[in-house]
């Protein structure tokens, strides 16, 4: 009896492993996101860094050739990739993962999208005709991106389907004791006003009741000149803020500029996974962007 055992063990071994579902993510949010729900049915690939503006990528050999192995593509949709992803998909001549396809999720799909503008032209600079793509900012929006993303795998790979429930459970249960503790740290954030130099922010700002005064960009994409920052200013005098906000991706000139004149403090925020070294998944992006928040506004004023 040991030995059909033993035989019967050694036959399960040698039975090869289910292969790994390949998922593209377009960004580091999204990519953290699977392997969350994924675990170690996923192979995740991103397709950016944090260090890079994610509107902006060249879809290189390298990334074609990722997105033709895909079985899965997260993006962010809202316009976001609008500028490289269509190139992509079609260099990569993968049918599995064109918009339309169940290879294909859209994590916009699952939540509201907020700054919906009534009427978009080139005159207004990069403005994202479905509103704010920068969604994932609000914690609360990962959950139900999450319970949407769980359900497209188990569509993909319908043998994984309890562990991506299970997984998703799991996650759901330390994401919602995260977002408790965040918002009690936070509290004291409410009502400070700052600046940012790309409208980047306002998903986190709308949850922590931070109040945005512009942006240094004069319009969306567009960097701003010496004139334009000095009269931001002269409106400092008479408007004042706590803070000025920019994504580690983002060139710091700007708003070094402003700060040196003015003594507000230029916060740089993770934006994304991997944007800090302290920011290596979802909840240390959080973790690190109240830490550094929280920092700033206990910072005493410092005269230009």
Known sequence: MKRFFLTLLLFLCALPAAAAVKVLATVPEWGA???????????????????????????????????????????????????????????????????????????????????????????MGDIHAA?????????????????????????????????YRDNLDRFTGRWRAALARWETEGADLKGRAFLQVHRSFGYLAHWLGLENRGELEPKPGIEPGSTHLSRIVANQRDVPVAMILRAAYQNETAGQWVSERT??????????????PQATDLFGLFNDTLARLKSAIQQPAISP
């Open 33 to 123: 996101l699977a392997r969350e729900i994924g675990g170690g049915r996923v192979d995740v690939m991103i397709a950016t860094t944090a260090m890079q503006d994610p509107h902006r990528i060249e879809a290189r050999p390298s990334l074609i050739a990722r997105a033709r192995a895909a079985e899965l593509l997260i993006a962010t949709g809202a316009d976001l990739e609008a500028g490289w992803l269509p190139l992509l998909l079609r260099e990569s001549g993968n049918r599995r993962i064109q918009p339309g396809q169940p290879g294909y999720f859209e994590a916009a799909s699952a939540v509201q999208l907020r700054d919906v503008p009534q009427a978009v032209d080139r005159s």
């Open 131 to 163: 509103g704010d793509p920068h969604f994932h900012l609000d914690p609360r929006n990962i959950l139900p991106v999450a319970a949407a993303l769980a359900e497209r795998l188990a569509q993909t790979d319908p043998a994984g389907a309890a562990a």
């Open 263 to 276: 003594g507000i403090p230029l916060v740089t925020l993770p934006y994304t996974v991997g944007g800090t």
